[in-house]
């Protein structure tokens, strides 16, 4: 994909910003993730909207894309991939090895972005902020089982280990 960075597959573009939250976008925001591998219900909250007003090329997220990742860019109607009243708004799959959160445009007035999705939020260190996602600091109590449990069978095997030596 040439309009963005590390981009693996585009729904296409369309009319007007449907990075909104009015019943008429997010019916359309469904169908273009639906076209590109993601099933969004469009009930959960999206992972973070960042506002882009400064007509850059650049799309920082303060959350790290990892893995799979699903977002939609808005361009404005000056210098976007359409020109149209209103401007457009182009929804993206992206894949990266490596976590990432700066994705570069081809084109520039950019509008807004909106990460829908992405596979483990990996917190960024200095306090991030923005948006959603972070790694819970304290493990659920099944973790904590298991961990527990885990160090215990390892403290039995080494114990039976060290009565075989002694014998």
């Given at each position: 994909?040439?309009?963005?960075t590390?981009?693996?597959?585009?729904?296409?573009?369309f009319a007007?910003?449907?990075?909104?939250?009015?019943?008429?976008?997010?019916?359309?925001?469904?169908?273009?993730?639906a076209?590109?591998?993601?099933?969004?219900?469009?009930?959960?909250?999206?992972?973070?909207?960042?506002?882009?007003?400064?007509?850059?090329?650049?799309?920082?997220?303060?959350?790290?894309?990892?893995?799979?990742?699903?977002?939609?860019?808005?361009?404005?109607?000056?210098?976007?991939?359409?020109?149209?009243?209103?401007?457009?708004?182009?929804?993206?799959?992206?894949?990266?090895?490596?976590p990432?959160?700066i994705?570069?445009?081809?084109?520039?007035?950019l509008?807004?972005?909106?990460?829908?999705?992405?596979a483990?939020?990996i917190?960024?260190?200095?306090?991030?902020g923005?948006?959603?996602?972070?790694?819970?600091?304290?493990?659920?109590?099944g973790?904590w089982?298991?961990?527990?449990a885990?160090?215990g069978?390892?403290?039995?095997?080494?114990?039976?280990?060290?009565?075989?030596?002694?014998?």
């Amino acid at each position: 994909m040439s309009d963005l960075t590390s981009a693996t597959a585009c729904s296409g573009f369309f009319a007007g910003n449907l990075n909104s939250n009015n019943s008429g976008d997010v019916a359309d925001q469904k169908a273009a993730l639906a076209s590109i591998g993601f099933d969004w219900d469009g009930n959960f909250k999206t992972v973070e909207k960042i506002d882009l007003s400064d007509k850059s090329f650049n799309i920082d997220f303060s959350t790290k894309l990892t893995d799979t990742s699903f977002v939609s860019i808005h361009w404005g109607a000056g210098q976007g991939p359409v020109k149209a009243k209103g401007g457009t708004t182009g929804f993206y799959k992206i894949e990266s090895n490596s976590p990432l959160n700066i994705l570069v445009s081809a084109f520039g007035s950019l509008s807004n972005a909106v990460l829908y999705k992405t596979a483990i939020p990996i917190p960024i260190p200095d306090g991030g902020g923005g948006g959603g996602g972070g790694l819970d600091p304290v493990p659920e109590p099944g973790v904590w089982l298991q961990m527990i449990a885990g160090f215990g069978l390892v403290g039995a095997v080494r114990r039976r280990q060290q009565r075989a030596i002694a014998a």
